[in-house]
């Protein structure tokens, strides 16, 4: 079934590093992807990484890709107050057309 | 900022009801999806639309349609507007060609509360 899993909260003190784990179930998903979404707005694209990479680096940002386990982490390196938001996992069904799968999303709070 | 956006903002309307929302997609884009979130959830995908026809369409009842026009932006319609339909509506938009699907990038919503 379609289930893409992340804990719901995260609380991480300004300077620290970030860590927000993901669980999806399709291990033919070619894509998966971050998104934060900030109180009220739509969805920023953050990162994204292809099912044949296990890491991916953009600035703060690391992404950390286990295919066997079917397991995607986000690590944002010295973590701001700006960085509070809610982080999506998503994946690309693999079917004929390009729908996504998300979480259910994971709150992050950086406090001083 | 994506270059797609959204109209309107935010809505209200009663139960049963209908209600049409707009979505322009980003310059070079010809793709549009459309997923509705709930409160406290993740976005759910609605359907998608492709060279003006529906190309997918996930776990929502008939009730729902949409329209996409030659310039490629997007509607989505609602009849019988029921309280559960109260969400945060996104579009995103993305390339298709030639077999090859790019990245979504979504635009600001739609708040819709139904009363």
């Known amino acids: 079934g379609e289930d893409v899993e992340q804990s719901l909260f995260l609380s991480v003190r300004e300077g620290d590093s970030s860590v927000i784990n993901c669980t999806y179930t399709?291990?033919?998903?070619?894509?998966l992807y971050w998104y934060k979404q900030e109180p009220g707005a739509g969805l920023q694209l953050l990162t994204y990484?292809?099912?044949?990479?296990d890491m991916k680096q953009d600035q703060r940002l690391t992404v950390l890709l286990n295919k066997k386990d079917k397991h995607l982490s986000l690590r944002i390196a010295d973590t701001q107050t700006g960085d509070s938001a809610i982080y999506f996992c998503?994946?690309?069904?693999?079917?004929?057309?390009?729908?996504?799968?998300f979480g259910a999303g994971t709150r992050l709070a950086v406090h001083p | 900022e994506t270059g797609v956006t959204q109209s309107p903002t935010h809505l209200i309307k009663t139960r049963g009801q209908q209600v049409t929302l707009r979505c322009s997609s980003q310059s070079g884009h010809n793709t549009v999806s459309w997923y509705q979130q709930a409160l406290g959830q993740g976005p759910q995908f609605i359907f998608q639309?492709?060279?003006?026809?529906?190309?997918g369409r996930g776990n929502f009842p008939p009730r729902f349609s949409g329209l996409q026009f030659p310039n490629y932006s997007s509607e989505l319609n609602v009849n019988a507007l029921e309280l559960d339909d109260s969400a945060l509506y996104l579009c995103?938009?993305?390339?298709?060609?030639?077999?090859?699907?790019?990245?979504?990038?979504f635009g600001p919503g739609t708040r819709l509360l139904v009363l």
């Open positions: 990484i292809f099912s044949n990479m």
């Open positions: 995103a938009s993305s390339m298709t060609s030639g077999g090859a699907r790019e990245t979504q990038y």
């Open positions: 998503a994946e690309r069904d693999p079917g004929g057309y390009n729908k996504l799968i």
């Open positions: 399709d291990s033919s998903s070619t894509y």
């Open positions: 639309y492709y060279r003006e026809e529906e190309n």
